[in-house]
């Protein structure tokens, strides 16, 4: 498998543009989860889906951000308009619980995002 | 509400050093995971250790080894023999039964291992 794959892993864009960062989750995975990453706050969950439906929202820091999974092979993380403070790392994770209901999330490469 | 606390920021070795990474956390659940992430300068995040609050046996994997001490809540990591490939930010994380997978982590340690 080729892993979680998010695209792009680069972006430089100017404040008050939109921003699209996507997600291809491991196959079979159930669940997918965004973090965001930054020196000051560290890693933190943003919103993670169950089956493509959102369950928690809480960690989104504006209504600027939105987060969509139309099926289970695809998720997208959209930052509009973006602002400075919003450059950050944007990983992508996906893990399969089944039975266990806490399995090792999987991570994708991160979008490295720069909001100038 | 849960806590990961990994109260060294930096550690600097010299290769073939043991090293040891310390963990504690904090969690309401009695049925809770624990877990080891490594980013190595390229950025991404590698999965390392899973490990269920019933589970108290420490874990042995090549240099790597794990100590689970629920009586002081920490799960502590360390490196045998280091080497300079082992220099990376260190994350440790936790994961609630409640939580269904998601994820609260530490600040982070990051280890630099020299020649």
């Known amino acids: 498998d080729a892993g979680v794959i998010q695209s792009p892993r680069h972006e430089v864009t100017e404040m008050g543009q939109e921003v699209t960062l996507r997600c291809k989750p491991i196959?079979?995975?159930?669940?997918l989860f965004w973090y965001r990453q930054t020196m000051m706050r560290g890693l933190e969950l943003l919103i993670y889906?169950?089956?493509?439906?959102?369950?928690?929202d809480s960690g989104m820091p504006e209504d600027r951000f939105s987060a969509k999974m139309p099926n289970a092979s695809f998720s997208t993380l959209k930052i509009q308009p973006s602002e400075p403070r919003d450059s950050a790392v944007y990983f992508c994770?996906?893990?399969?619980?089944?039975?266990?209901?806490?399995?090792?999330?999987?991570f994708g490469q991160g979008t490295r995002l720069t909001v100038v | 509400a849960q806590k990961v606390t990994q109260a060294q920021t930096e550690i600097s070795v010299v290769e073939k050093e043991d090293v040891t990474l310390d963990c504690v956390y904090e969690?309401?659940?009695?049925?809770?995971?624990l877990f080891w992430y490594k980013q190595p300068p390229s950025g991404e995040l590698v999965f390392l250790i899973r490990?269920?609050?019933?589970?108290?046996q420490n874990e042995i994997s090549g240099r790597y080894s794990w100590n689970f001490q629920k009586s002081t809540s920490s799960f502590n990591f360390t490196i045998t023999a280091s080497q300079v490939v082992d220099s990376a930010v260190y994350f440790c994380?936790?994961?609630?039964?409640?939580?269904?997978?998601?994820?609260?982590f530490g600040k982070g340690t990051m280890l630099l291992v020299s020649p």
């Open positions: 969690t309401r659940d009695t049925t809770y995971y």
């Open positions: 994770a996906s893990s399969h619980t089944g039975q266990a209901r806490s399995t090792e999330a999987f």
């Open positions: 196959s079979g995975h159930d669940y």
């Open positions: 490990r269920n609050s019933f589970d108290e």
């Open positions: 889906f169950n089956n493509n439906v959102p369950i928690d």
């Open positions: 994380a936790l994961s609630e039964i409640s939580g269904y997978s998601t994820l609260t």
